[in-house]
């Protein structure tokens, strides 16, 4: 582990913007760089004891061999999540337990296990290997994320050995896949392919994961560290919301290349990424990237758990301020300015059919709010590989993207796909509508989301399916869906975002969420990113939610004015028209 003496690092309250704190009666924040390694929480404490790679070994040594029961405390909570590793939910606890119970109390004797694909082309060889663990060791569970992982549960620590050599002997792994690491990347899903394409991120991608991942320097960051890198002018990785994002543009002297995001991130205190201002080329991608996460590693707030994602630093700092830093103490030398992004030329799901430049077909198929199985992905594998096309990248929408189909074959390759259950033609609201894990697997969720997200979707293709023939619904409403607080399916970027909570009607508590309204980030019909809104008191029980969202919809139907989206409709709506 490095750290920089910190006498020779400039005090962390300089340069506070309006808006920011400093710590009060000169409290450290845990600053590497400012107030030395010395850890200031039980989190910083284990994490310095051993770093959180160093489990593997004991994993694969001791617990898989002598069971559940001989896992410590420190390793099963904490550690273990170095390796993509977190215990599930324990069945029947109900959401109003959520908050009373310890992580033991709450957790089953069975894991989550997250796979990285970090932008990479899954091949027919992959997929099976994906299907097949799910199918040998989860009960046939697995699930798209919107981090472009696979997800899977029931997974027993005796499994875990197995499944790491399987994964590994197709080149894919569950290294850093969570804690305080550098976690999935997200990547174009139609890198290399798409004719519209600016730069192909790929490259840049992978010489930062050869390079980085299971980097014992790069290990122990303050909090988790999301990074995104596309290439693609439809704005495909939601990059305002990443620690770290690299967008393609083109220069006007220096060609293609990209812009440089720094400090988004979502759960309860939402914040957007900043433009740093510098045009990124191919050449110096990578070490920015290592740069931008060796700031977070140094300067990034270690005090409080709760305020130590990059995005805290960056609210005090600023963009002018983070590129001197960048540039003088970890690049070396300035980088060019640069232009911003163009506008999104399309939406960033890639569902449908889109010719590639090679004349080959992409086909971008969805499932229901990315549950899948085991034995799905296996048949996928099949098919993609019956067809003679190439692979399948997943999306940062809980989708995926087959490559390289046959333009003579796409009509027949994409009425096989909805045998699968997968519709490259989805219906406006199972396009648009993400979802959570809900409290059927995680410890931290209030209320169930996946089953409550299909129901609702099947609801609304009948009970608006008027308003979707008749053109006056022209643009499709994202529906996210989450069972907690902390936003994994981003609400306060959706048109209605939904936030799990316990609800009481009739004296009785019951499941249901907060409304946020209005969110997005950028795409085809709104330049810029921006946080939903929220009306004091607007909360709607789960099994009224249909019922809430026909009516929300048909309200900004009859009320919009000519070319008006929902999100600007929902901004400037009374509080009235919006209940």
Not at 69 to 74: R, V
Not at 113 to 138: H, K, N, W, Y
Not at 211 to 218: A, S
Not at 495 to 513: A, H, N, S, Y
């Amino acid at each position: 582990m490095t750290v920089t003496d910190p006498s020779t690092a400039t005090a962390s309250t300089a340069h506070v913007r309006p808006g920011t704190r400093p710590p009060r009666g000169g409290r450290s924040n845990g600053q590497w760089k400012v107030d030395g390694p010395e850890p200031l929480n039980g989190n910083e404490t284990w994490k310095q004891e051993d770093n959180g790679l160093n489990v593997r070994e004991r994993i694969e040594q001791v617990y898989s061999r002598e069971g559940f029961d001989s896992i410590p405390t420190q390793d099963l909570s904490g550690r273990f999540r170095w390796w993509g590793l977190y215990t599930q939910r324990k069945p029947g606890i109900d959401g109003g337990r959520t908050a009373q119970l310890s992580d033991d109390e709450l957790s089953d004797r069975y894991f989550m296990l997250r796979v990285r694909s970090d932008g990479q082309a899954l091949t027919p060889e992959r997929l099976r290997v994906l299907g097949g663990i799910s199918t040998d060791f989860g009960r046939d569970s697995a699930d798209i994320t919107d981090r472009q992982n696979i997800q899977y549960h029931w997974i027993g620590i005796e499994d875990v050995p197995e499944i790491w050599r399987r994964l590994e002997a197709v080149g894919l792994q569950t290294t850093e896949a969570c804690g305080d690491t550098p976690r999935g990347f997200l990547g174009s899903p139609v890198a290399g392919v798409a004719a519209d394409e600016i730069i192909d991120p790929t490259p840049v991608i992978q010489r930062i994961t050869e390079k980085y991942l299971g980097d014992l320097d790069l290990s122990n960051l303050p909090r988790k560290f999301k990074t995104a890198i596309t290439g693609h002018p439809s704005l495909d990785v939601v990059h305002e919301i990443n620690d770290i994002s690299l967008v393609g543009v083109v220069h006007p002297e220096l060609g293609p290349g990209f812009d440089l995001w720094v400090g988004g991130g979502l759960s309860t205190s939402p914040r957007l990424a900043e433009r740093i201002g510098v045009f990124v080329s191919e050449g110096d991608a990578v070490d920015v990237w290592h740069g931008v996460i060796s700031i977070f590693r140094d300067y990034g707030y270690r005090r409080l758990r709760n305020k130590a994602r990059l995005k805290f630093l960056m609210a005090e700092w600023g963009p002018e301020k983070f590129r001197e830093i960048l540039e003088t103490e970890y690049l070396g030398h300035p980088l060019p300015d640069g232009p911003p992004p163009a506008p999104a030329t399309g939406p960033g799901d890639h569902v449908g059919v889109h010719l590639q430049k090679d004349g080959n077909y992409y086909v971008g198929a969805a499932p229901t709010v990315g549950r899948i199985s085991g034995t799905l992905l296996t048949r996928l594998g099949d098919l993609v590989e019956a067809y003679g096309a190439s692979a399948v990248r997943l999306t940062a929408h809980q989708k995926l993207v087959v490559l390289d189909v046959p333009a003579a074959r796409v009509d027949d390759f994409v009425a096989d796909l909805e045998g699968l259950g997968l519709t490259a033609r989805p219906s406006p609201f199972r396009r648009t509508t993400m979802a959570c894990t809900g409290i059927e697997y995680c410890k931290l969720a209030i209320v169930e989301t996946k089953q409550t997200a299909t129901a609702a979707i099947a609801e609304l293709e009948t009970r608006l399916a008027d308003l979707v023939e008749d053109g006056s619904l022209d643009a499709p409403i994202l529906l996210n869906i989450n069972g907690c607080p902390n936003s994994c399916a981003r609400i306060q970027t959706a048109d209605i975002g939904l936030k799990g909570q316990l609800v009481t009607v009739d004296g009785e508590q019951v499941p249901g969420f907060q409304v946020h309204l209005g969110g997005g980030l950028a795409a085809v019909d709104r330049d810029e990113a921006g946080l939903g809104r929220t009306v004091r008191g607007l909360k709607v029980t789960a099994d009224d939610l249909p019922d809430y969202v026909e009516r929300v919809v048909r309200t900004f139907v009859d009320q919009r004015e000519k070319g008006e989206t929902f999100a600007v409709w929902s901004h400037r709506a009374e509080e009235g028209a919006l209940q």
